[in-house]
């Protein structure tokens, strides 16, 4: 789960047609998007309560309990939490279910699995369902989404035998990493396009080999600018190697979307460039023979070159002349 600093939602019920909030039940995330939230409305009039904080990677047994028409009863990991007391007796019954946005707001968490009833579960009954990707309780069994395909249309059907294959809104895709909770499988990803962008750059040298700045002595500081700028550089005339450390950043949770960027050229022989954490090389780009004149390279780690990363403040950047 990534903190937003807004609210978002993951699950509605809707006592109308329209994604609204104004006529919904609903599971998401508090105004500052770390922690869980349910919030209960008719015709505008809103009652909500917050529970407890998201953890990043760490999963959460969530559960609501529509006891009564005023009563929407929130439970995490089996125990009550907070609540949401709004008298709803006069709203229409059920007309939509999503996952994902409501409202144009979405929260960027994994779902593993879902299972409804039509029926009210008892706090013990909560809790043994808490234990099981299977349904325990078949009676008033409404859906089982437990999210095991490859696809978000597959991933999001009714296992139960009821054929209620929910509807997706929003930005979600299939989440392809280890799945977050112990039972494996894949799980649906809501709001993953959300994420917010980080941005790394050199902060000190490494090792500097025969390399030179252009000004000064320190070779990151000629790396390190905002914009592109070829004003100042980082050169050698034979075949050596240097090391750039970058500065940290936050583990995404996220196997797409990590890039590196670089500018070079030669006059003659190659350059290969390295990403590295500590000792370990996570990604090579070789240019041989390099252009004589400046090119720009962005390179997009695979998959398992990103998963490989553990420390995101241990990265490098390693330059190699050859001959």
């Known amino acids: 789960m990534f ?28 105004d500052n998007g770390t922690s869980i939230r349910i919030g209960s409305a008719i015709g505008g009039s809103e009652a909500s309560g917050v529970g407890g904080s998201f953890t990043v990677d760490t999963p959460k047994h969530v559960a609501v309990v529509r006891g009564s028409s005023s009563s929407f009863q929130l439970y995490e990991n089996g125990a009550p939490s907070s609540s949401a007391n709004q008298n709803i007796s006069g ?72 054929g209620r294959d929910w509807t997706s809104q929003g930005s979600n895709t299939v989440e392809t990493q280890a799945a977050p909770v112990a039972w494996g499988g894949r799980s649906v990803l809501i709001g993953n396009t959300t994420v917010t962008v980080q941005y790394s750059r050199p902060t000190s040298d490494v090792t500097t080999g025969t390399w030179t700045a252009s000004t000064g002595s320190d070779l990151y500081a000629m790396l390190d600018e905002t914009a592109a700028s070829d004003a100042d550089y980082i050169v050698t005339t034979g075949a050596s ?64 070159e990103a998963d490989s990363i553990t420390n995101y403040a241990a990265l490098k950047l390693q330059f190699e002349a050859t001959a």
């Open 241 to 304: 190697t240097c090391e750039v450390a970058l500065g940290s950043l936050s583990d995404p949770s996220s196997s797409t979307g990590h890039k590196v960027r670089y500018r070079l050229s030669a006059n003659t022989g190659g350059i290969t460039v390295r990403l590295r954490e500590g000792t370990t090389t996570i990604a090579t780009w070789t240019h041989a023979p390099a252009p004589t004149s400046l090119t720009t390279y962005e390179q997009t780690l695979t998959g398992g």
């Open 3 to 30: 903190d937003t600093n807004n609210y978002g939602h993951i699950w509605a019920g809707l006592g109308d047609s329209s994604d609204t909030w104004q006529n919904a039940d609903w599971i998401g995330t508090s």
């Open 91 to 162: 709203r229409a019954s059920t007309q939509r279910e999503q996952i994902g946005t409501l409202n144009a707001l979405r929260a960027p968490v994994r779902l593993t699995a879902i299972k409804q009833w039509q029926a009210a579960l008892t706090a013990d009954e909560i809790a043994a369902e808490m234990q099981s990707i299977r349904p325990i309780r078949l009676a008033n069994l409404h859906s089982w989404h437990p999210a095991i395909a490859n696809n978000l249309t597959d991933a999001l059907k009714d296992y139960s035998g009821n």
